[in-house]
């Protein structure tokens, strides 16, 4: 009877884990900085699997423009985009850095 109660808890844990994943972009939309446009919002949280992507946004957009803080921050699994554009921007331009660290993770 136990291996019956360890399945289904393995289930319920794995389908409570895609649907989390599958709201992931509507939770990043519903934590998106106020007045941000909605372009630029579908734009980052698109496709997004966790809350990362808004997180990276709201670090960064005071050090470049919304577009290279998209474009850093899309798709972020981590704030690994974050440690990389801080460390890279010490060496090369902003947009240099943006463009070398997206997809970081």
């Known amino acids: 009877?136990?291996?019956?109660?360890?399945?289904?808890?393995?289930?319920?844990?794995?389908?409570?884990?895609?649907?989390?994943?599958?709201?992931?972009?509507?939770?990043?939309?519903?934590?998106?900085?106020?007045?941000?446009?909605?372009?630029?919002?579908?734009?980052?949280?698109?496709?997004?699997?966790?809350?990362?992507?808004?997180?990276?946004?709201?670090?960064?957009?005071?050090q470049v423009s919304s577009d290279s803080a998209i474009r850093l921050c899309a798709g972020a699994l981590s704030m690994a985009p974050i440690s990389c554009f801080n460390e890279a921007v010490q060496l090369v331009t902003p947009e240099n850095a943006t463009e070398l660290c997206r997809g970081a993770n």
Do not use: E, H, Q, W
């Not at 136990?2 to 319920?12: C, E, G």
């Not at 895609?18 to 949280?45: E, T």
């Not at 990362?52 to 005071?62: D, E, L, S």
């Open 1 to 62: 009877m136990n291996i019956f109660k360890t399945l289904f808890a393995v289930a319920m844990l794995t389908t409570m884990t895609a649907f989390s994943a599958s709201l992931a972009p509507v939770a990043c939309l519903k934590n998106a900085p106020a007045g941000m446009p909605i372009n630029d919002i579908i734009k980052l949280c698109s496709g997004a699997a966790t809350l990362y992507p808004v997180g990276c946004y709201k670090t960064i957009i005071r």
